[in-house]
């Protein structure tokens, strides 16, 4: 059996160990005594549709082709089917151009602007529920003892977070298995990536399960639901929002997912209750949750 924190079976995996992605900086602690710690660095993306400026998002830097093709798809900016004849990025003017095949004019879409949650002020630009009317997601089902491995997997997976923190993990999974671990300073980039690949890699959503370790907000149900992923899982909780809009579109939404114990809000018709609880190991409840 292959350890907990075995990365043999990422597709992608985080590396904590990049140069580019930390700075380190010394301060002092409690005690006044010198600290030195590794810090998440913070660089701005401008994303360019054709001829036409969309955004400039604050990114740690890594994967910029596949966070501008991500965004775009989410936003609706790129369709389904949609040639794409380039992706360019240019490291020194930090900047992304994704090229389509047909003229592109998001001029109306770009005047309504929606600031979102997101923890490095995630943007959405014209209706947030654009595409969810009519939006039926596949019935594939999930077993519980795969939502348990992937759990204890992911959250011993090294990573940016457990290296520096302040950071957002999201990770798409098939089964048991994680694919793809992206990180970022807002969980909204992180998951902008995984529709990126999964755009470029040509990956059907309809088997998949997205695990992030950011709160089940409105913005990340929507994402989900737009890239066709019908399960969505985290250790963190939900926002009434988020759950009211996934019990809409059926969404499967998983929280306060720790050790032994998780909540689903919406979904419950594609659980498989196939794991004795009992026998996960669990972890230390906190004081005022029950």
Not at 70 to 79: C, D, I, K, V, Y
Not at 174 to 198: C, F, S, T
């Amino acid at each position: 059996m292959a350890r907990l924190d075995d990365l043999s079976d990422y597709l992608i995996a985080p590396d904590p160990g990049a140069s580019r992605l930390t700075r380190g900086v010394t301060g002092t602690d409690q005690n006044g005594q010198p600290v030195d710690l590794n810090v998440v660095e913070e660089r701005p993306l401008t994303i360019f549709l054709n001829r036409q400026e969309i955004v400039t998002a604050m990114t740690i830097g890594d994967y910029p082709e596949y966070l501008a093709l991500g965004f775009l798809r989410n936003q609706g900016m790129l369709r389904d089917g949609e040639p794409i004849t380039g992706v360019d990025y240019d490291e020194e003017l930090e900047t992304v151009v994704v090229r389509t095949e047909a003229t592109t004019t998001f001029e109306d879409k770009l005047k309504k602007k929606t600031r979102t949650s997101g923890c490095a002020v995630g943007t959405v630009f014209g209706d947030m529920m654009e595409g969810l009317e009519g939006l039926t997601l596949p019935d594939n089902q999930v077993r519980t003892s795969d939502l348990y491995a992937l759990a204890a997997h992911i959250n011993r997976t090294p990573s940016l977070y457990l290296e520096a923190g302040a950071i957002h993990g999201t990770v798409l999974c098939q089964g048991p298995r994680p694919l793809v671990y992206m990180e970022d300073v807002g969980r909204h980039n992180a998951v902008d990536k995984i529709a990126g690949w999964m755009l470029s890699e040509g990956v059907s959503a309809a088997d998949k399960t997205l695990y992030t370790t950011g709160r089940l907000t409105s913005e990340m149900v929507i994402k989900t639901a737009l890239m066709g992923i019908p399960v969505l899982a985290s250790r963190s909780g939900f926002t009434a929002w988020g759950v009211e809009i996934a019990q809409q579109v059926g969404l499967t939404l998983i929280g306060r997912m720790k050790g032994q114990r998780f909540v689903c809000l919406a979904g419950e018709h594609r659980l498989i209750r196939d794991a004795d609880p009992a026998k996960v190991a669990d972890e230390p409840r906190r004081m005022g949750r029950k």
